[in-house]
């Protein structure tokens, strides 16, 4: 009974500092849709994301669209760099090709990146599932 108290506390504040970090902007958080990083990331996922300038090949990021709103979750495959600028080959995990659709010039310039997927030891941090309720209201109310 008290493993359970304890365990409940613990998630209880690193959720609540989630939050905080969040809103003082020194993280991100992203919510999965679609299946493109099936089986690692599933729809309805919630992940962190932190601003990094140190991206490399095995690298999850997160990148605006090229055209319209809205973000990509994908896995750096290879990473190009000319006149200084890097620029990311992408991939979701569950596709087949690469994100070639957005790329500019040699991928995905480092200034359309957000960030990257924080990870803990080489695993993807995620809490499942609880992205869920934005998912519905924002089909709800189009937002």
């Given at each position: 009974?008290?493993i ?5 506390n613990?998630?209880l504040?690193?959720f ?7 809103f ?6 992203g919510?999965?849709e ?5 089986p690692l ?21 997160v990148?605006?669209k090229?055209?319209?709103n809205g ?5 750096v ?7 200084g600028t ?7 995990d ?14 995905i310039?480092q200034?359309r ?7 803990v ?6 809490i499942p599932?609880?992205?869920y ?5 924002r089909r709800?109310?189009?937002?």
């Amino acid at each position: 009974m008290k493993i359970t108290f304890l365990i409940t506390n613990i998630l209880l504040v690193l959720f609540i500092l989630i939050i905080v970090l969040n809103f003082l902007g020194l993280i991100m958080l992203g919510i999965v849709e679609g299946p493109s990083m099936e089986p690692l990331f599933q729809t309805g996922d919630l992940v962190i994301i932190v601003k990094s300038n140190n991206i490399d090949v095995g690298d999850i990021i997160v990148f605006k669209k090229k055209i319209g709103n809205g973000y990509i979750i994908h896995r750096v495959i290879s990473v190009n760099t000319r006149n200084g600028t890097s620029y990311y080959v992408t991939k979701g995990d569950n596709n087949p090709l690469p994100d070639y659709q957005e790329f500019e010039a040699l991928g995905i310039p480092q200034e359309r990146v957000v960030g990257k997927v924080l990870e803990v030891n080489g695993i993807p941090v995620k809490i499942p599932m609880i992205g869920y309720l934005s998912l519905i209201l924002r089909r709800v109310f189009s937002i």
